[in-house]
Each structure stands twice: as C-alpha cells, then as structure tokens.
C-alpha cells in the first residue's frame, strides 16, 4: 500500500510532466507573459521554482549524506544566479533542475522514505520525507497553475495534488490571510467542498482558521475543492473562478478574496 511520501512523490511526477510540456514549447514572448502571480511573468514563476528545487535538492542532498543543511547564504546565492538569467534561461533551467529533484525523491528507497529527517531550514526541527515533499508539491502545484493559465484562464490546480494539500492548507491561514480586511466583523462559515468531498468550518475573526464542521454556521461556502486551494493563496480572482463557487451569509466572495489576497 502506498505511503503519504510515496503518493506524494508520485504527484510531484505528475506535476513536472505536465508542465514540463508546456514549458518545452514556450517562446520568448511567451515567457514574458503575466503569470497568474500578480507581479510575476511566467518566467519568473519557473525561476521561483527553478531555484526552489536546487535549494531543496541541497538540502535533501545534506540529509542523505549527513553534510550541514544549507544556509541563508546558500539560499541567497542561488537566488541571485537565477535572478540574473534571462527568460529562456529560466525555462530551460527549471526543466533541469526540478527534474533533478523529483528524481532525487523517487531514488530514495522504501526504508529511507521512511526514516530520512530533512533540516528545511525555515522550521524548528527536520522533517520526515513526506512533509519535506507535501511542502514542496503545494509550492509547485499552485506555481503551476500560476503557468498554465497563462495560457489558460480555465485552466485548474492538477488533480493528483488536491487531495493530498487539502488537510494541509489550514496551517498555511495564519499568514495567508488578512483578517482585518473585515473591518471587525466576525462569522464561522460551513466550507463545504466536492472533487474531492471535504467538508470543514472556516473561521473570519481577528485570526483566520479551520475548525469542525459548525452545526449553526453563519453561512456557508460551497466550492470545488481546487478553487478553495486558489482562494486561500489569492488565485481565485473574477475570470478565474470557476462555476459552483457560492458563499450564503455576512460574507461575499469578493470579502473572501480581499481576506485571502495571497503572496
């Protein structure tokens, strides 16, 4: 039976097929595109991610040979090199670099996937395999879409990685969100999600957070599972939300989206 690192490794796979694809065929002009992060092109997205492999490479590399985690000076010195190559750069480095990372995570035998600890650097202690990866597939899965709708405005986070972020994205709340576009105002929604059938309480106060489904919910917000992950990171804007997105009760979907304006 499959473990939660080897499904998520799998959707790491998955994840750099597909827009590995696209990125072979992509032109200067294309690259140059508005991405569907607000102030990158596409070719900065694929710089972020390029550069985001090679530290994590590095460090699962540290890992597995007992060798120190990289550092901030590590970390700032990759930065800049990919910073200063051009667009196609970017493409082509991304390709190579983030296919080194996935493979790196597919040679890691039964035994180490699950007993390896990963110092991530940004975290108090080192982290199984599985955390290290779920990381590392909820950057890349949201970047991707960030890619592809470029060339897609329907274009959808892939569905491989859904099940596996959507437990997850609770803990990211506390700094993705700014509670006090609400002005003060407070509501417990009933979040109700599909494809796949999630279903949990979203609390809009002076913090926001997930919590238990409440029984007397002040309203309710209905969505595919998708478009909840892209709201909470601030990628659910008007043309691409898609159908079966509703919200009943104090709050609108264009509250939600200042709550939830993104990084």
Known sequence: MPTPADEIITALRAGHEELAA???DLKEDDLIRPSGASEWQVSQVLSHLGSGAEIGLASLTAARTGAPAPDGDFNRGVWQRWDAMSPAEHAAGFLTTNERLVEAYEALDADTRATLRIDMGFLPEP???ATSARF???????????VEVAFNRFAAVTPQAVPLLLDHVGGMLSWTSQPQE?????ATLLLRLHQPERTYGLRLGEKVELVNAPEQPDGELTAPAEAWLRLAVGRLGPAYTPDGVQVTGPVTVDDLRRVFAGF
């Open 127 to 129: 982290v199984d395999v």
């Open 182 to 186: 609400l002005g003060g105002r407070e």
């Open 136 to 146: 590392r597939l909820s950057e890349f899965a949201l970047h991707q879409w960030d």
């Open 22 to 24: 696209l990125v072979r």
